[in-house]
């Protein structure tokens, strides 16, 4: 280990640890997190601690980031003494002498900082003003913009530093245990030790601090039981609203709340996946909300909010209650980028980190459940589409009239790959589509159909050449026509009928369902639309050759 490796903590030390004796393509955050029982959150911002400090380094394979060790130098400090500037008559000299000396300064400071990074371990100065002087990385990380103690400290905990402080005497140091803010209205436990700096005069002319982070020695048996049923839960087969009921119920236990909402992000739409309580007007909330989380999202952080920021004021009126001080934004991540956020608001004036943490390993396990949920989505949809290809085959080799290929094809469908609804269009003498069968339409969007509200979408696919896929996570979804979502339609499906390269219809399906497709399952339906087209055609020749005959 290198004169830099040295310091390093328990957590440091776990990570590395992890990557020297794991290959490379172990390496991706969500093998380390894994690797270390630490949450994604706790593990990514050490990674980028150490990535900055030269410790290890990444590549990209695809958009995972795989992490290996590097080599970095040992953090020596000059001990050589600053060359100060002599007496000479000659301005330019003297110029070059101080010169020398303010290099020599700079060259000290750059080693002593060195000396002084610790990633858990905080190391700053004060003057008698409590201003802050020096600060190592460390600090900077959690505490950037501060320039002042009472910026650290609640005004409570200011008398017993004031008292520490007053009282250190030259060569005698204090050790207290003391919160310092991380964020807005987020406490961080430190275990710090004060000493006395002493100028040239023996007098005390400032102080130095050194504190240890406490949060890990600070998790309850209560807390850790919590969290082991969340993961329980996450893991077990019980329905998905039953499993985020049990969830929100342990967040609650973690961080008492007014509000919790699990946010999701697909196809670039923010949507809200449940909340407690359930609001009316969850829309609104959404919108109320959006930039505070795509802030967290973006910056894969937990962000906090006081009473003024970001709507609350508005948020509070929706929740009927005035009492509320905070909010927080806990980011959902699944490996380098955040698919969603929990919401909290709470009555309380401030969080303590530990508790932050505990939340951030809830929206671990949150994490590995909506992968799974959605893998199996995708699975059970990627059946179903094959049988859809089956049953179409069927219906097709089993007749060759035109509206018994129609009436089967759309029903044999839609009855496979879950769909409530459906119908073809097919282009007549003047190439414009025409409806021709429909199951399952409402009235009303029968009518619609035929009145060609649905002609910005075939326009979309027919211009594209290729099928129109859009749910209501799509970002899409905003474009169509309002009266179609009064249906409750969760999911459009449009594939082109195809012969050739030519499209000479469209098989049009609707469910008030979310329906998810991988792009395997997307090719295969493309596929019954050639199915259909090239039936389409030899029923058309067939006609055709009858009629010469005749």
Known sequence: MTEHGKNLTDTERLIISYISSHPPEECMLDKITRGTSRSRATVLKYLEIL?????????????????????????????????????????????????????????????????????????????NYQDIIATNDTFETFFKGKNNLRELVNPQEMIIMDEAISSLKAGHTSTIEIDFMEKSKVYRPYKISMHPIIGENKEITGTTIIGDDLSQSKRTK?????????????????????????????????????????????????????????????NQILVDLEGFITKSMDSLETLSAANGDFHFETIQSHLKNSSLSMMLSVPIISADHAIGVLVLLTQSESVNSVNIENVEMVADELSGFFKIKRLTHE??????????????????????????????????????????????YLTDDKEELALKVHK???????????????????????????????????????????????????TLLILPIKSGEKIIGLLNMGSRNVKTYNQTSLENLSSIGLQLGLALERSRLAIQLKQRND
């Open 222 to 282: 209560r807390e850790l039981e919590i969290l082991l049923s969340v993961a329980r839960s996450t893991s077990s087969r019980e329905s998905g609203e039953q499993t985020l009921k049990e969830v929100v119920h342990g967040i609650n236990s973690l961080i008492p709340n007014k509000y919790c909402g699990i946010f999701l992000k697909n196809g670039g739409k923010l949507h809200l996946q449940y909340h407690i309580p359930a609001l009316e007007n969850s």
């Open 440 to 490: 399952n339409l409402p009235e009303n969007l029968r009518n619609m159909c035929i009145a060609g509200i649905f002609k910005d979408l075939f326009r979309k696919t027919l211009e594209n050449q290729s099928l129109v896929y859009i749910t209501s996570e799509s970002a899409d979804y905003d474009l169509i026509d309002p009266a179609i979502k009064k249906n409750g339609l969760e």
């Open 51 to 127: 990535n900055a400090k030269g410790i290890i380094n990444y590549r990209f394979v695809g958009r995972s980031k795989l992490w290996s060790l590097s080599e970095f130098p040992n953090t020596a400090i000059s001990t050589e003494p600053i060359i100060r500037p002599e007496d000479t008559d000659g301005s330019i000299d003297a110029l070059a002498s101080v010169a020398s000396q303010l290099h020599n300064l700079i060259y000290k400071e750059s080693g002593l900082k060195r000396s002084i990074d610790n990633p858990d371990t905080l190391v700053f100065t004060l003057n």
């Open 379 to 424: 699975k059970n949809e990627y059946i179903n589409t094959l049988v859809a290809m089956n049953n179409v085959s069927s219906v097709l080799n089993s007749t060759s009239v035109e509206d018994e290929i129609l009436g089967k094809s759309v029903t044999s469908t839609i009855d496979a790959l879950g769909f409530e609804m459906g119908c073809i």
